[in-house]
């Protein structure tokens, strides 16, 4: 449990970061005050954490894919 939290808060900066570096940069508290008042896909203040689930499940399936797999196989 503790190893998927990490890696879903990794995924969570690392895409938080990548898509919204300029902000970031230049005026942090600004662009996490404004969270609320987003309307990304009519997500709202929810699309970080929606679009941070589904690249975990992108990268979740595959990993238990292989796991399912290795173990068959032994």
């Known amino acids: 449990m503790k190893k998927e939290l990490t890696i ?4 969570f900066i690392v895409f938080s970061l990548f898509s919204h570096f300029n902000e970031f940069v230049t005026n942090p508290i600004e662009h996490i005050s404004n969270l609320p008042k987003s309307s990304v896909y009519g997500l709202g203040y929810l699309h970080p954490f929606v679009i941070t689930f589904i690249i975990y499940i992108l990268l979740w399936i595959p990993r238990i894919t292989i796991k399912f797999l290795k173990n068959k196989s032994q």
Do not use: D
Not at 8 to 11: K, T
């Open 8 to 11: 879903f808060l990794f995924i």
